[in-house]
């Protein structure tokens, strides 16, 4: 497509069950981002790849959050052991370099009861 | 620690009247800055994105200003339509490969 795109939109966890977000960049965009955003609050940075590499994870709250990008494609965010303080907005974004336009996938709104 | 700040956090205003949200930031160095439109349940859509050495852009009936001496970013929106109702997010960027800093927003209503 001609976005990103990311899956599920929606997803209800039961607490301690683990999930997995995904995110499909813009085609041949080489940065990758992820962040989580509270209701009524912005973005919060959680990690950074540039193709397959992840450079930053600085944000990632804790060891639960694991995020990859084997292919320096799609990319997967994975949270284990889910807590409902986890519950917010995952928005995945793309960027063609390093510091270019950011392009904002629909985001992934995750509950965890 | 790096900062931005916006204000108001809401706002309310009549369909056609103008509007101008603000932008404070501690962020240094810094590289750029940008403003992005998010409605309800949607990813931020980017509006426009300022370098250090412009003071104004335009986007449609978008204008943004930046006053890098006084770290400060306005964002006015002219003759406002209902589909302007969104939060609108302040970001600044440091150099190279450091994380953006994204404000909380402002939550602006335009009402007929």
């Known amino acids: 497509g001609a976005g990103v795109s990311q899956s599920p939109r929606y997803k209800v966890a039961k607490r301690g069950q683990d999930v997995a977000l995904r995110c499909d960049p813009i085609s041949g965009h080489v940065s990758l981002f992820w962040y989580q955003q509270a209701l009524g609050q912005g973005p919060e940075f959680l990690t950074y790849?540039?193709?397959?590499?992840?450079?930053?994870k600085s944000g990632l709250p804790s060891d639960r959050f694991f995020a990859e990008r084997p292919e320096g494609s799609v990319s997967t965010l994975k949270i284990q052991r889910t807590q409902q303080e986890d519950s917010a907005v995952y928005l995945c974004?793309?960027?063609?370099?390093?510091?270019?336009?950011?392009?904002f996938g629909e985001g992934s709104r995750l509950t965890v009861l | 620690k790096n900062q931005v700040e916006q204000s108001p956090q809401s706002l309310i205003i009549l369909e056609g009247k103008n509007c101008t949200l603000q932008?404070?930031?501690?962020?240094?160095?810094?590289?750029?800055l940008r403003w992005y439109k998010q409605d309800t349940g949607r990813g931020p859509v980017s509006l426009t994105i300022?370098?250090?050495?412009?003071n104004t852009k335009s986007n449609g009936r978008y204008t943004a200003t930046l006053d890098a001496d006084t770290k400060q970013s306005s964002l006015h929106i002219t003759a406002s339509q209902l589909s302007d109702s969104a939060s609108y997010i302040c970001v600044v960027s440091g150099p190279g490969n450091t994380p953006l800093v994204f404000g909380k927003g402002t939550r602006l209503s335009v009402i007929a």
């Open positions: 974004a793309s960027s063609p370099g390093v510091a270019g336009e950011l392009f």
């Open positions: 300022m370098t250090f050495s412009e």
């Open positions: 790849f540039q193709n397959e590499a992840q450079l930053d």
């Open positions: 932008c404070n930031y501690t962020v240094s160095p810094f590289s750029n």
